[in-house]
T-cell receptor
Framework: KAGVTQTPRYLIKTRGQQVTLSCSPI?????VSWYQQTPGQGLQFLFE???????NKGNFPGRFSGRQFSNSRSEMNVSTLELGDSALYLC????????????FGSGTQLSVL | KQEVTQIPAALSVPEGENLVLNCSFT??????LQWFRQDPGKGLTSLLL?????REQTSGRLNASLDKSSGRSTLYIAASQPGDSATYLC???????????????FGQGTILTVHP
């Protein structure tokens, strides 16, 4: 059974650009959540989608957005990139949003220059 | 606001030692607590999941306990090996009016080094 797949693995962007990251969950999983990991702040929750609906959102500016498709695949978008957006972005999937193990992908390492 | 603290921040032990990693959280209203392992530059691997109604979970050389009332969890690693070297993260999934969906609150992690 394939795990959570995130693409691309690495990205280099410049300030002001926008970026789209992709996440394919484990087959059958309907909940997808996104996290940002930085050395200073650790792992922080961005948002969660279940059956194409955003059910929860963390404390991030509106530049961070996402969506989920009918096949449960998810994308997150960051517009007007800032240097502080440099981070490892991790996607996780599970059967349901609450009481299940979360399975994480390997992440997308975003560097903003 | 849920806060998760892990102690110690780093730990270096010789191979074969038994060790304990600690995690504490401020709000006992949780669905579950999970322990993860992260290797450098990689994603997270789930080690153990303890539901709020459970007291402990075991997997191989790993044992995790949960005391919800005191807001504490411990991860016990028996007979440590160099391959156990990684960052160990504790995370809780709380509930507060339905705003917890998919949201894990993580500690800062314990960096474990097991030397031969």
């Amino acid at each position: 059974k394939a795990g959570v797949t995130q693409t691309p693995r690495y990205l280099i962007k410049t300030r002001g650009q926008q970026v789209t990251l992709s996440c394919s969950p484990i087959s059958g999983h309907r909940s997808v959540s996104w996290y940002q990991q930085t050395p200073g702040q650790g792992l922080q929750f961005l948002f969660e989608y279940f059956s194409e609906t955003q059910r929860n959102k963390g404390n991030f500016p509106g530049r961070f957005s996402g969506r989920q498709f009918s096949n449960s695949r998810s994308e997150m978008n960051v517009s007007t990139l800032e240097l502080g957006d440099s981070a490892l972005y991790l996607c996780a999937s599970s059967w349901t949003p609450t009481n299940e193990k979360l399975f994480f992908g390997s992440g997308t390492q975003l560097s903003v220059l | 606001k849920q806060e998760v603290t892990q102690i110690p921040a780093a730990l270096s032990v010789p191979e074969g030692e038994n060790l304990v990693l600690n995690c504490s959280f401020t709000d006992s209203a949780i669905y579950n607590l999970q322990w993860f392992r992260q290797d450098p530059g990689k994603g997270l691997t789930s080690l153990l999941l303890i539901q709020s109604s459970q007291r402990e979970q075991t997997s191989g050389r790993l044992n995790a306990s949960l005391d919800k009332s005191s807001g504490r969890s411990t991860l016990y690693i028996a007979a440590s090996q160099p391959g156990d070297s990684a960052t160990y993260l504790c995370a809780v999934m709380g509930y507060a009016g339905g705003t917890s969906y998919g949201k894990l609150t993580f500690g800062q992690g314990t960096i474990l080094t097991v030397h031969p």
